[in-house]
């Protein structure tokens, strides 16, 4: 990428993570109801340290931290790096206050606005490591997004996130039918030199036997179905530490759906609303995806599968633009859904893949030592950012986690 385009890159990511926090009350910045959920305040510090550790204190000669004890607050598990504050504690920080934090990421603007706009050599030299910069901030605007939802939820008065701006239209999803492909031996991954995680490289083979997906995403509607016919109560359509985290945290239907007058509604950034049929079921962990699959006779992609298939996309769903949105039903019959409106959970492991080398240093840390006890999930979800996304993407979370934006696509055959 050019110096120009660096620059305006720069800029408009910066503008959005600030952008997306502007509906925050100053209060709403120090959340976090629970460990996952970081606070507001905490990310926009922390993306700014990001840049301040790896780019501008090696980079920038003369460059001065705005306070060097931030070197501990806003670090989150670089371990290379030095100590970090307690994940869980974050929420607990009432100072440097919300104008001292957007004071420290104005600092850091400064210091690598004229970076950017040095020679072209100097630029060359940090344009790799400030892309990977812009990558980690857009990964964070849509913790965000996730975040403020969740810290948001648990006030009983279920306050929106930001007020409703006029609902989109409820289309009704298209039917869903099985696309079948025909696999055999294919490649996956990344090679070249366009910007992407290591966790993508290096490109490699691998044999599909044939399968079909799913032509869109599992939907509310269908959700409900499982939901109805007493999916939470069979064993015997769940993983053992599925059916052991069910009992333990009561689950009885997605995170934020509430049960009223016979139906169900649920929290969305703009409040409590009823649940749409058609808009693709969200906020499932791994355990319901995978239970919900068994009890349709089908399963979950792997991400093999996913991303073989992904070549064919036709349309993309939700993304991340400017304002957050819910996921939104499927406007087409073919392919739906790849990209946008909620991750889709696969059955596969994070794992590294053959001949993976992590970055070196203390940036080595970033993917590679989550490499256990994680699922890929795929596609990107209405809180990605739309430059952000792409067919070779991998997400990661813990087969629990229930606060991302993530639902699923079904499977047969293979
Ligand atoms: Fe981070």
């Given at each position: 990428?050019?110096?120009?385009?660096?620059?305006?890159?720069?800029?408009?990511?910066?503008?959005?993570t600030?952008?997306?926090c502007?509906?925050?009350?100053?209060?709403?910045?120090?959340?976090?109801?629970?460990?996952?959920?970081?606070?507001a305040k905490?990310h926009l510090a922390?993306v700014?340290?990001?840049?301040?550790?790896?780019?501008?204190?090696?980079?920038?000669?003369?460059?001065?931290?705005?306070?060097?004890?931030?070197?501990?607050?806003?670090?989150?598990?670089?371990?290379?790096?030095?100590?970090?504050?307690?994940?869980?504690?974050?929420?607990?920080?009432?100072?440097?206050?919300?104008?001292?934090v957007?004071?420290?990421r104005?600092?850091?603007?400064?210091?690598?606005?004229?970076?950017?706009?040095?020679?072209?050599?100097?630029?060359?030299?940090?344009?790799?490591?400030?892309?990977?910069?812009?990558?980690?901030?857009?990964?964070?605007?849509?913790?965000?997004?996730?975040?403020?939802?969740?810290?948001?939820?648990?006030?009983?008065?279920?306050?929106?996130?930001?007020?409703?701006?006029?609902?989109?239209?409820?289309?009704?999803?298209?039917?869903?039918?099985?696309?079948?492909?025909?696999?055999?031996?294919?490649?996956?991954?990344?090679?070249?030199?366009?910007?992407?995680?290591?966790?993508?490289?290096?490109?490699?083979?691998?044999?599909?036997?044939?399968?079909?997906?799913?032509?869109?995403?599992?939907?509310?509607?269908?959700?409900?179905?499982?939901?109805?016919?007493?999916?939470?109560?069979?064993?015997?359509?769940?993983?053992?530490?599925?059916?052991?985290?069910?009992?333990?945290?009561?689950?009885?239907?997605?995170?934020?759906?509430?049960?009223?007058?016979?139906?169900?509604?649920?929290?969305?950034?703009?409040?409590?609303?009823?649940?749409?049929?058609?808009?693709?079921?969200?906020?499932?962990?791994?355990?319901?995806?995978?239970?919900?699959?068994?009890?349709?006779?089908?399963?979950?992609?792997?991400?093999?599968?996913?991303?073989?298939?992904?070549?064919?996309?036709?349309?993309?769903?939700?993304?991340?633009?400017?304002?957050?949105?819910?996921?939104?039903?499927?406007?087409?019959?073919?392919?739906?859904?790849?990209?946008?409106?909620?991750?889709?959970?696969?059955?596969?492991?994070?794992?590294?893949?053959?001949?993976?080398?992590?970055?070196?240093?203390?940036?080595?840390?970033?993917?590679?030592?989550?490499?256990?006890?994680?699922?890929?999930?795929?596609?990107?979800?209405?809180?990605?950012?739309?430059?952000?996304?792409?067919?070779?993407?991998?997400?990661?979370?813990?087969?629990?986690?229930?606060?991302?934006?993530?639902?699923?696509?079904?499977?047969?055959?293979?």
């Amino acid at each position: 990428m050019d110096a120009e385009r660096l620059l305006a890159h720069y800029a408009a990511v910066r503008r959005l993570t600030e952008r997306i926090c502007e509906p925050l009350a100053t209060e709403d910045y120090v959340l976090q109801a629970m460990p996952d959920a970081s606070p507001a305040k905490w990310h926009l510090a922390h993306v700014s340290w990001f840049f301040e550790t790896f780019v501008l204190r090696p980079s920038l000669p003369g460059y001065r931290p705005l306070d060097e004890r931030y070197a501990v607050l806003f670090n989150s598990y670089y371990n290379g790096v030095g100590p970090q504050f307690a994940r869980p504690a974050r929420g607990h920080l009432s100072r440097p206050t919300v104008e001292e934090v957007y004071a420290y990421r104005a600092h850091v603007d400064k210091a690598m606005l004229s970076l950017l706009d040095g020679t072209a050599e100097r630029v060359d030299a940090v344009a790799g490591v400030v892309e990977l910069g812009l990558n980690h901030e857009q990964q964070h605007q849509e913790l965000l997004v996730t975040d403020i939802k969740y810290n948001l939820s648990v006030n009983p008065l279920r306050l929106p996130y930001r007020p409703v701006s006029g609902e989109e239209p409820t289309t009704g999803a298209p039917s869903l039918e099985r696309l079948a492909f025909s696999g055999g031996t294919i490649e996956i991954g990344v090679d070249g030199e366009a910007f992407c995680f290591d966790n993508e490289r290096p490109r490699h083979r691998v044999l599909l036997h044939p399968y079909q997906l799913g032509s869109r995403l599992v939907s509310n509607g269908e959700y409900g179905e499982f939901i109805a016919d007493g999916g939470y109560d069979r064993p015997d359509l769940w993983l053992s530490d599925g059916w052991r985290t069910v009992q333990e945290r009561g689950w009885r239907a997605p995170l934020y759906w509430e049960r009223a007058d016979g139906s169900w509604t649920t929290y969305t950034l703009s409040g409590m609303a009823a649940v749409s049929p058609d808009a693709p079921v969200a906020h499932v962990s791994y355990y319901e995806a995978d239970a919900y699959a068994r009890w349709r006779g089908a399963r979950l992609p792997t991400e093999q599968e996913w991303e073989h298939a992904a070549a064919s996309e036709t349309a993309a769903g939700t993304l991340l633009v400017d304002t957050p949105r819910e996921p939104a039903p499927a406007t087409t019959g073919r392919l739906a859904q790849m990209t946008g409106d909620v991750w889709e959970w696969t059955a596969s492991a994070y794992l590294p893949y053959p001949g993976f080398r992590p970055l070196e240093g203390a940036l080595g840390e970033y993917n590679g030592k989550f490499m256990v006890n994680q699922m890929v999930l795929r596609g990107g979800s209405c809180a990605t950012p739309r430059s952000h996304i792409r067919r070779t993407y991998r997400n990661f979370f813990p087969p629990d986690a229930r606060w991302q934006f993530a639902g699923l696509r079904l499977a047969y055959g293979g």
